[in-house]
């Protein structure tokens, strides 16, 4: 399977879709426009299309020096299993890496955690909640 990927906001009915298919959006109640708006002031978006298709999607939030936070890290529930948020997220975190970010943090969805373990992420203290990663230089 070819996977394609890009640095770019994704088109805004796609993404909809995508979101979507978490179920996040039963609490969020978002449009497809409000939710395009969320992604505006992200600081870095990668994504990843099937035969033009977005089927996995990536973004970080961060203050460009100290501290990121990954966000809405998705791939199609069709799409799963195939190495694609995984390369989604070592992008994400290279680029947090390229730029000197020392402090990467992220939320993880209910029964994800290992996945984001593997890749180095550690829980915090129950009174802290989130998994993050402390790059040292």
């Known amino acids: 399977m070819k996977i394609d990927y890009r640095i770019e ?30 992604l505006r002031n992200s600081w870095f978006i990668y994504c ?7 089927v996995g999607f990536g973004r970080i939030l961060s203050d ?15 799409f799963q ?6 390369e989604i997220m070592k992008k994400l975190i290279d680029e947090c890496k390229k730029n000197n970010i020392r402090d990467i943090q992220l939320f993880s969805a209910r029964g ?3 996945f984001y373990e593997k890749l180095g992420f550690e ?4 009174n802290a909640p989130g998994m993050e990663i402390r790059i040292k230089y």
């Not at 460009?64 to 069709?78: Q, T, Y």
């Not at 299993?81 to 995984?86: D, L, Q, S, T, V």
């Open 123 to 126: 829980a915090r203290p129950e």
């Open 112 to 114: 994800k955690q290992e």
């Open 81 to 86: 299993r195939e190495g694609i948020g995984k």
């Open 9 to 38: 906001l994704p088109e805004k009915k796609q993404y909809f879709i995508l979101f979507e298919s978490t179920g996040w959006n039963e609490d969020y109640k978002m449009n497809a426009d409000e939710l395009v708006q969320t």
């Open 48 to 54: 990843a299309y099937f035969k033009n298709k977005l």
């Open 64 to 78: 460009g020096f100290l501290h990121a936070v990954l966000f809405d890290v998705i791939v199609l529930p069709e």
